[in-house]
């Protein structure tokens, strides 16, 4: 029974980890835009993300869950799933990649299961879809984004800029808050599934059907671990989706976000563990492209994408490895190898993050980024880069002013 609450913590420290890590997902473009300060941003996107429990399913916990069939569903593979996860998160999160948590427990729980039973050990079929969305998830994301940014950037061709710039910036508000209901309600869920599949292994849950039961107890406990996660704010990777992707407007990022969050509802309504972060990447990609007055940098978004990659082969590897350490003979030595792996990385952490950028330290890059915030004309609506004027105008001077005004955070 301990070893049973053991892993049940270890899970919510992953799920713990999910929201620390996949943070910039939701807040990345309000923080980048000026909208919200990085720590309001981070407790408003905490709250949505708790409140998902409200109006989202188990589907995709249900998929996640049974990636690996029951009869090897164990002890000693969800510990090497859940220990190879957090480490491609620590190191991932270290490097400022943007990668799929998602992924990245697919993965090590198909890397745990394949080291104890085989190919026999995987639920093809749960597998298949993960493994789909990896290429779906980012083109739906460009797709969409794009798709709003060139259906705006057609409305607004003529609009007042100040006025509409104030517009968006609430608009922004809203369309965070959906990219934060779909990161907590597609993201939670695969906690949720892990602990229930390793419930039913354990016989303190019954299944009947092809559905995993979900207690009440591990979706609040899944969702608070997220929040709380997601709270403590991922400023490293924050500064990648949020700065050096593209250069972002309100308009802009009310594009990225609401092609994002379209994207991602769909994926938790077909029931896909669909990775929050290559979602937005691509609507961020996508927003740049059709912005004339910005460009995408498709260095760091090909970088990024390499990182998507490899991620589930990496944490297959890792909690293979996890396995095998775990299940060495004789028990005692496996147990202190373990519990050294589990040290070395808490106190790899502790250090990680005292070096690792502040909120502070994002807000003042950010301002940097905005010295020129806005231009008379329509076209600086979409992007950052200093467009040409455009007739009729408006007193420049006032323009600026105005926008100086604006561009505070709300």
Known sequence: MAALIGLIALALLFDFTNGFHDSANAIATVVATHVLRPRVA??????????????????????????????????PVVFAALLGAVVWNYISWWLALPTSSSHALVGALVGAGLARGGLHAIHGASVQKTALF????????????????????????????????????????????????AHGGNNAQKTMGVVAGLLVATGHLTQTGDKLPIPLWVELAAYAAIALGTVSGGWRIIRTMGTR???????????????????LFGSTYLGA??????????????????NRASTVNW??????????????????????????GATLPPDPYNIILMALVLAVLGGLLVIA????????????????????PLRAGSGSLTGTARVPLTSPQPDPDRVRAVAKEIDQPL
């Open 245 to 263: 992707i593209t250069q972002l407007r309100p308009v802009s990022g009310f594009a990225a976000e609401t092609g994002a969050a379209v994207a």
């Open 42 to 75: 981070v407790a408003w996107a905490a709250f949505f993300n708790f409140a998902a429990l409200l109006i989202v399913g188990t589907a995709v916990a249900n998929t996640v869950g049974q990636t690996v069939k029951t009869q090897y569903f164990g002890l």
């Open 273 to 290: 563990p669909v990775s929050t972060t290559h979602t937005v990447a691509g609507a961020i990609a996508g927003a740049g492209s059709q």
């Open 134 to 181: 990896i290429i779906i998830s980012p083109v739906a994301g460009l797709l969409f984004g794009g798709a709003v940014m060139l259906v705006l950037r057609l409305l607004l061709r003529r609009a007042e800029v100040v006025r509409t710039e104030r517009r968006f910036r609430y608009a922004q508000l809203f369309s965070s808050a959906a990219v934060s209901l």
């Open 299 to 324: 260095s760091i978004f090909g970088r990024v994408a390499v990182a998507w990659l490899v991620t589930m082969p990496v944490a297959a590897a890792l909690a293979a490895l996890a396995y095998w």
């Open 353 to 372: 993050l005292r070096r690792a950028p502040s909120a502070e330290d994002i807000e003042q890059e950010t301002d940097r980024d905005h010295e020129v």
